[in-house]
Each structure stands twice: as C-alpha cells, then as structure tokens.
C-alpha cells in the first residue's frame, strides 16, 4: 500500500527561481513528515521536518508547508541553486509506531 | 566512523546463494533501520531496531530475509535462497532512539547495492 505518493518524478527549475516538491498521504493518523535529499551513490539526507500540529516550518531555503485537510505538503525551495540538483523524498511516519513510509522520489534538475 | 557505514558497497551474487549485508550504524544511536530500494522505485521500510529488539518486522518480504542486531550496534540483514527480484539497493539508517522528532532524524548509509543474477 502506497501511503505516500510523490506524483511528479521530475522537475526542472532555473537556478534563483523556486523550486515546489509536492507530496500526498492517504494515512491522516501520521504524526510527522520529513524531507530527505539524495545525491546519486549516496544515503538519503536530512533536509526538514514538520509536525502535524503545525502548518509551516521553515529553514534557510528550505520551507515545508502542510495542508493536513489535503492531505499534502510541499517542500519549497527558494532561490534554488544549481547544487540542490538531487533526487527529494518525502517520509511520513506516526509516533509509537515508528515505521517511515517514502514516497518514490522527485528528481530536481537546477539549471544555471 | 563519524557516519553510518554499510558493507559490501556492491555485492553481485547468483540466484539461489545466500548473502549477507552489514550496517555499522553512528556510535551511540540506538534506533537502526533497514530499507531496500528498487530501480525508480521509493525507499521500502524492511525493519527497524531498538537497542537488540525489533519491535516491527513487517516490512520484510517474505521468510528469506532475516536481520539481526548484537551489542546495540552492528546489524546484519541476510537474504536466504536470492532471488533476482531481491536486486535492490538495500539502505540502512540510524537515530539517536527510535521516536520520531526534532533533532531525531534518521542519518542514512550509502547502501549495498545487490545484484542478484
């Protein structure tokens, strides 16, 4: 069962312009969402994280936005830069349970 | 190390045989996790594992997949009788302990990619 759906596996974006990843969850008990970043031959990384219990959270570039009615958030990037160039993932897991549900990624391309 | 270490890098193995995967996860983190990622497909939760006991196993495909944790540290994800649809890039992850939150996020390895002929 697919909880968490990344519907775009591509996106291409001029460098100083924004950059919006989006993702959508079936599951409305999920407590948390992150958005992790990865480089081709490397481990995902961290990137930022929201709670339920809030609707924004941002972190220098980095602003994720959650519409818990939609079932949806969003990772906007801004400016993006031609090194943010990397496949994004989005996570949502409920506490207690501890079992983190990936969508199946979205590759951003940043063109200088 | 300063980061979660995965061996073999790469491991090309023949249908049937038996292989074996190791997580050597951050020192001091006592959530470890296994997912498995398919060719264009998303990270697939296997397993996860506080401190020696692993609390969900639902993710595992099927009974030729086992995992074991010892000490609170390394992990080892073995894969009985390989089959060619277990080729994957399998990826483990660590955390400080296993609930989800702020400044508990999940540092991943860079994977063992598993070719199985």
């Known amino acids: 069962d697919q909880q968490v759906k990344q519907n775009s596996p591509s996106l291409s974006v001029q460098e100083g312009r924004i950059s919006i990843l989006n993702c959508d969850y079936t599951n409305s008990m999920f407590d948390y969402f992150l958005w992790y970043k990865k480089y081709p031959a490397e481990g995902p990384t961290f990137l930022i994280s929201i709670s339920s219990i809030k609707d924004k959270n941002e972190d220098g570039r980095f602003t994720v936005f959650l519409n818990k009615s939609a079932k949806h958030l969003s990772l906007h990037i801004v400016p993006s830069q031609p090194g943010d160039s990397a496949v994004y993932f989005c996570a949502a897991v409920r506490y207690n349970f501890n079992k983190f549900y990936f969508g199946s990624g979205t590759k951003l391309n940043v063109k200088p | 190390g300063a980061g979660v270490s995965q061996s073999p890098s790469n491991k090309v193995t023949e249908k049937g045989k038996d292989v074996e995967l190791r997580c050597d996860p951050i020192?001091?983190?006592?959530?470890l996790y296994w997912y498995r990622q398919s060719l264009g497909q998303g990270l697939e939760f296997l397993i996860y594992?506080?401190?020696?006991?692993?609390?969900?196993k639902s993710g595992l495909p099927s009974d030729r997949f086992s995992a074991e944790r010892t000490g609170g540290s390394v992990s080892t994800l073995t894969i009985q009788r390989t089959q060619q649809e277990d080729s994957a890039v399998y990826l483990c992850a660590s955390s400080l302990h296993s609930a989800p939150g702020d400044g508990n996020e999940q540092f991943f390895g860079p994977g063992t990619r598993l070719t199985v002929l």
């Open positions: 594992f506080q401190g020696n006991s692993a609390p969900d």
């Open positions: 020192s001091g983190h006592t959530a």
